[in-house]
């Protein structure tokens, strides 16, 4: 193209013709995609931020007096783009990543709270009655009424009645730990 196709061209661009826009496009496009690529890694994002940037300069109506200056300034912002995309996508991860080791954390945490409940639970079951903490150690084990009372050879009702007692007696020797109590209350 000659410089005064160039400038006759960049007029065009500056007015909106879309011929003239549809040969930017054609001659920059495949480039440009291949520079974003090489920041991101990724030929369909690299695709996006091209996209973005042609369509933002579409709306804008360039305004470039050669053509040296618009193929720096595509370049220019490509690279721009795909640093704006590299940050954003690094400060998610670090978001995500915080997230995971805050669930790690926290889970950890809760499974050494759950093994302690258990263990004062499992030595509070160890005082009761014998029948009392059997009946108690069959709950713990997610047995139900009737499937105690089966296994036991006992009548539902003394099932309940163990049951009944063993709470009161492990609410006082526990206190007010909630956890167990709730654990309790499906008793």
Known sequence: MS???ELKW???LKAGDDRAFKLLFERYYASLC???TSFVNDPDVAEDIVQEIFFKLYADKPTFEVVVALKSYLYLVTKNQCLNYL????????YLSS???REQTTFFFNQIVEQELLALLSDAIQDLPEQTGLVFQLVMEGFDNAEIAE?????IDSVKSHKK???QFLKSRLGDITAILLLL???
Do not use: P
Request: charged share 35%; proline share 0%; with cysteine.
């Open 165 to 167: 007692r063993g709470k």
């Open 10 to 12: 960049l007029q065009q």
């Open 87 to 94: 940050k954003h996508a690094r400060i998610e991860q670090e």
């Open 99 to 101: 997230i995971e080791e």
């Open 185 to 187: 209350s499906n008793c």
């Open 34 to 36: 291949a520079f974003a």
């Open 3 to 5: 410089e005064q196709d």
């Open 151 to 155: 296994k036991l050879n006992l009548s």
